[in-house]
C-alpha cells in the first residue's frame, strides 16, 4: 500500500518557494511608492516589469515562465476577473467595432509585420508570419491592468477591453495554422482558416455559454456563499482546460462564462452580499497573479539576445505601430458606415496607442515547437517588442491621455459617488433602525447603532460638501445624476405596472425614448 | 534561448485537471443538504469524507495524497486560519490546562498506545511506537472545522482548538525521534529528547514570531488592503517553509504568524475594512483546503488493507480512546492545582471523545522511511483509526453535546426565529391593514381583523418576553441577527447603485467597519 504521489515532493517545494519568492519581491514593489513617492507616477504593472528586468540585468532568474503556466494557470483568472466586471450593455452598444477590431485588426497587423519583415529585414517568410502572429493580439491582462490604475471613462475600457478580450480567437487561429504550415500539416486556402475560426470560436462560446448558465442555474437553487464563490473559481479554470481540450479557445470560453456569470449569474443566483464577496476575491486574485505575471516577465529577459536582434525587434516595433494605425483608422470607418456608433479621432489614437502586448504574446512565440528553424529569433523578438510596447508605450499614454482630455474627472467622480452612495445606504439603514420595531432588541443598543451611523453620514457630508466646493464642475454632474435618478423611479413605476398587468407592452419603447434622449 | 520549464507541462495541466475535479465532487457533496434535507444533520467536513469512501469503494482514486501535499500545501492556510480567529484573551485564560494536553497529553498517548499494541497485538516495539506518535497528535484541521460547524460555545472551541493547534510540537519530534532510533541515528536518553523539543518548538515560536511582528510592522506603515492581504498568504506559507527548513516545527511557526497577526498585526496595521476582506478571505481559503482534504482522506481508503489490519487497528483505537480519557483526567486535576481555572466533567468528555486525528497523522504515517519494515502496517493503522475517530467519533459528537447540554442554543435560536418571523409578518399585515384603503370592504370586517392580528402579536410578544427572561445569551443573537440585518440593507443599496450603473464597483458594506468595533 505504498502511495506514490503525481508530482515529485521536491518539485512541490521547489516550485513553491519560487512563488513565495516571486511573491515577496512584487509586494516589495508594490510598497515602493508609497516610500518613494516619485515612483507613483509608474503604474503598479510597469514597475513590476521594471524591477523584472533589474533582477534580470543582476542575472537572478526566478521562475522560468513556461506557455502552460502563462496559459493554464494565469490567463484564466484574469480573463475571468476582466469579463466578470465588463458590463454587457456597454458591450452591446460597441459590439460592431470591438468586432472588427478584434477580428481584422488581427489579419491587417500579422500582414503588415510579416511583409515588413520579410521586405526590410530579408526574414524568412514562415518566422516573420510566426513573429507577426504572435504579436497580433493585444494583450487583455497588460491592457485591462494599465487602463483600471488610469482610471480612463468607461467608454474607452470598453472598446479596449473588448478588443483584447476577443481578439484571441482570430490570434490562435492565425498562430496554430501558420506553425502547421512550415510543418506540412495544414490545408490552405480561405475557406478552412476561416472554418476553423468560427470552430475555435463557436467552441469556445459554446462551452462558455454552457458552463456559465449551468453554474448561474445551480446558484439560484441555493444560498451557499462559500460554494458559490468556489465555483466560480471552478468555472474558470474548467472553461479554460474544456475549451482547450476540444479545440476551441479557452480564452474565449473563459470570457463568455465570465461575462455571464458577471452579468447574468451573479445577479440572478447571488445575494447582494455574496455578490460583493465575490468580486472582491476576484479583485484580489487579479492583483495577486498580475504581482507574478509581470515581475516575471520582466525578469524573463535576455539582454545578449535582444542586443543581436535589434534590428528585427526595432522593424517589427515600427510595422507594428504603423499597421494598427491603418487598421484602426479603416476599421473605425467601416463601424460608423455599419452602425451609428462614431469612434472618436482622439479615442482612436488612445487605442492606437495603448494596443499593449504582453504574456500571451509571450506564451505563443515559447510554444513554437523547437524543430522550426527561426525559434530563437522569434522568441527574443516578441520579448524585444513585449518589452517596448509595455515600457515605452505604457508609461506614455497617461501623458497622451491627458493630452487629448480624455482622462477626465472620472477618479473624482468616482470618489464622489461612494461618498453618495455610503451615504444613501446609511440613511437607508438609518431609517429602518427608526421605523422597524424589532422585539427584544435593547432599546441602548439601537440608540447607540443610530448615533454611530449619524455620525457616519455627518462625516460624509461634510466630505461630499468639500468635493462640491472645490470642484464646482461637479454640480452639472450631481443635477445629471439626479436626473436621472428621478427617471430610473419613473421607468420603475411603469415597469411595475407593466409587471402586474395593468399597462401593456406597447408603452415601454416610448419610455426608453424618453430616456434615450435624455442620455445624448 | 531557450526557456526550460521546472515542472513538466504535462504535469501542471493533469494535477490542475486533478484538483478540479476533486473541487467539484466536493461542491457537489455542499449542495447535497440542499435537495435532500436528510443530509443536514451530518457536518459538511464528514460528508466529504463519506462520499470520499464511496469512490474509494468504487476505486475512484482522484488525487494519491502524499506528506508534502497535506503538511506545505494544505495545512499551512489552515493553520493560519484557526490561529487567526484565535482569541488571545481567550487563549491565555486556558493557557495552563491546554499546554498540559498538548505536552502530556502527547506523551502518554504515544506510551499507551505503543505498549497496548506490543503486549496484546505483538507488534515489534518500534512500529507500535511510531503508530502511537503518528496519532498521538489530535488533528487541528478536523477538530475546528467539526466544532465550529456544531456551533459549541467558546471556551470549549479554546481548550481543543488550543490543544490541536500546539501538540504537533510535541508529537513531531516524538516521531521524529521514533523514526530515527531504529535507524540508528537518534541519541537515547531524557535530556536529549527534552532539547530538541525546546529546540523545534522555540524554533518555530522565534520564526513565527519574526514574521508576524515583521508583517504587522509593514502592514502599520502603509494602508494599501490587496498588498496587505498577499502578505498574510505569503507569510503563512514562508512561515512553514522556513521553520521546517531551519529545524523547527513548521506548525508551532504558522500557528505563531496567526495568532500575532490576527491579533496584533491586523489591528494595529489594516483599517478595519481590510481586516474583515482579510478575514472573509481567510473563510473562503480554509473552505476551499478543506473541501479538497476531507474528500481526498476518504479517497485514501485501501480496504483490502484495512481488513488485513482490523486487529490491530481496534487495539490502537480502544488505546487510544482510553489513555486520552485518563490522560484529560489527571492533567485536568493538575491544571486545577496550578491555577484556578476548572475543566468540568462535560467539558473534558468532550474533549476526550472530540480528539479527532486527520490529514496530520496520515502524513506522519505516510512520511515513514520506506526502508523500515513495518511502514505498511503503519499506513493502514494509521489511515483504520483516522476513519474510526473521524466517523464513529466525530458523528457521534453531536449527540453527546445535547446530551451533555453543551451544544449552547442553537435549536432554541430556531425556535426563537420563528417566533420573530411570524410577529414581523404580521406587523407588516397590520400595518397594511391600517393604511391601505380599499373601497367596498366592510370597515366592520377591517377592524375584526385588525383585533385578531393585534391579539396574535400581543401573545407572540409574550412568547419571545418569555425566551429572553429564560435565556438571557438571546439578547446577543438577536443583536447579532440585527446587525446583519441592517448590513443587508446597506449592501443592497449599493448593488442597486451598482445595478443602474451609477457605481462601477461594489462597496463592502461600510456599516462592517463601525460595527466592526462593536464585536471587539
Redesign the interface.
Known amino acids: 500500500?505504498?502511495?506514490?504521489?503525481?508530482?515529485s515532493?521536491e518539485?512541490?517545494?521547489?516550485?513553491?518557494?519560487?512563488f513565495?519568492l516571486v511573491?515577496?519581491v512584487s509586494?516589495g514593489v508594490?510598497?515602493l511608492p508609497?516610500v518613494f513617492s516619485w515612483f507613483r507616477q509608474i503604474p503598479y504593472t510597469l514597475l513590476l516589469v521594471i524591477v523584472g528586468l533589474g533582477l534580470a540585468v543582476v542575472d537572478v532568474r526566478l521562475?522560468?515562465?513556461?506557455?502552460?503556466?502563462i496559459l493554464?494557470?494565469f490567463l484564466p483568472p484574469l480573463l475571468f476577473e476582466a469579463a466578470w466586471?465588463l458590463?454587457w450593455?456597454d458591450l452591446q452598444r460597441d459590439f460592431v467595432p470591438i468586432c472588427l477590431y478584434a477580428v481584422f485588426g488581427v489579419v491587417i497587423s500579422i500582414a503588415g509585420v510579416a511583409i515588413g519583415l520579410n521586405q526590410l529585414a530579408g526574414i524568412s517568410l514562415t518566422t516573420a508570419l510566426l513573429i507577426g502572429a504572435s504579436l497580433s493580439a493585444t494583450d487583455p491582462v497588460s491592457v485591462t491592468a494599465l487602463f483600471r490604475e488610469l482610471g480612463v471613462g468607461?467608454r474607452l475600457v470598453t472598446l479596449m477591453e473588448g478588443e483584447s478580450l476577443f481578439n484571441d480567437g482570430m490570434a490562435v487561429v492565425a498562430f496554430g495554422f501558420l506553425v502547421a504550415l512550415p510543418l506540412g500539416n495544414a490545408e490552405l486556402g480561405f475557406q478552412p482558416i476561416l472554418l476553423q475560426f468560427f470552430q475555435v470560436v463557436g467552441i469556445g462560446v459554446a462551452i462558455g455559454c454552457l458552463i456559465g448558465f449551468a453554474i448561474s442555474y445551480?446558484t439560484q437553487?441555493?444560498d451557499?456563499p462559500?460554494?458559490e464563490?468556489?465555483?466560480t473559481?471552478?468555472s474558470a479554470?474548467?472553461t479554460y482546460?474544456i475549451t482547450e481540450d476540444l479545440g476551441g479557445s479557452g480564452v474565449i470560453g473563459v470570457v463568455t462564462t465570465g461575462l455571464i456569470l458577471g452579468n447574468f449569474g451573479s445577479?440572478i443566483g447571488m445575494?447582494?452580499?455574496t455578490?460583493?464577496?465575490v468580486?472582491?476575491?476576484w479583485?484580489?486574485l487579479a492583483?495577486?497573479v498580475n504581482?507574478i505575471v509581470f515581475l516575471l516577465i520582466g525578469d524573463?529577459i535576455?539582454f545578449a539576445?535582444l542586443g543581436e536582434n535589434l534590428q528585427i525587434i526595432a522593424i517589427t516595433v515600427a510595422a507594428m505601430i504603423v499597421m494598427r494605425a491603418v487598421a484602426l483608422f479603416i476599421l473605425s470607418k467601416l463601424s460608423v458606415m455599419m452602425t451609428q456608433s462614431q469612434v472618436s479621432l482622439p479615442e482612436q489614437t488612445i487605442l492606437w496607442w495603448g494596443g499593449l502586448r504582453g504574456s500571451v504574446s509571450i506564451a505563443l512565440a515559447?510554444s513554437v515547437p523547437?524543430v522550426l528553424p527561426g525559434?530563437?529569433k522569434i522568441?527574443?523578438t516578441v520579448f524585444g517588442v513585449v518589452l517596448f510596447t509595455l515600457l515605452v508605450q505604457g508609461l506614455t499614454i497617461k501623458p497622451l491621455l491627458q493630452k487629448l482630455n480624455l482622462l477626465g474627472d472620472a477618479p473624482l467622480r468616482?470618489q464622489y459617488?461612494?461618498l453618495?452612495?455610503?451615504s444613501?445606504?446609511?440613511e437607508?439603514?438609518l431609517q429602518?433602525?427608526q421605523t422597524e420595531?424589532?422585539?427584544?432588541?435593547?432599546p441602548e443598543?439601537i440608540r447607540y447603532?443610530e448615533k454611530?451611523?449619524t455620525g457616519?453620514i455627518a462625516e460624509l457630508q461634510t466630505k461630499i460638501d468639500k468635493l462640491h466646493n472645490e470642484y464646482p464642475n461637479l454640480q452639472n454632474f450631481t443635477t445629471e445624476?439626479f436626473r436621472?435618478?428621478l427617471l430610473?423611479i419613473e421607468a420603475d413605476t411603469y415597469a411595475e405596472f407593466v409587471k402586474s398587468g395593468r399597462l401593456n407592452k406597447e408603452l415601454a419603447p416610448m419610455l426608453e425614448d424618453v430616456l434615450g434622449h435624455q442620455r445624448d
Do not use: C, W
Open positions: 500500500m505504498v502511495l506514490e504521489s503525481a508530482i515532493e518539485a512541490i517545494a521547489t516550485n513553491l518557494k519560487q513565495l511573491l515577496s509586494l508594490a510598497t508609497q521562475v522560468v515562465l513556461s506557455p502552460v503556466l493554464s494557470i466586471n458590463k450593455s468607461t445551480l437553487r441555493f451557499l462559500m460554494v464563490q468556489s465555483l473559481l471552478v479554470y474548467s482546460l445577479r445575494n447582494p452580499r455578490r460583493i464577496i468580486s472582491e476575491f479583485e484580489f492583483f495577486f504581482s524573463q535576455r539576445s515559447l523547437t525559434r530563437e522568441i527574443a468616482e459617488l461612494q453618495v452612495a455610503r444613501v445606504a446609511l437607508r439603514v429602518y433602525l420595531k424589532r422585539p427584544g432588541i435593547d443598543f447603532q454611530l451611523v457616519e445624476q436621472d435618478e430610473a
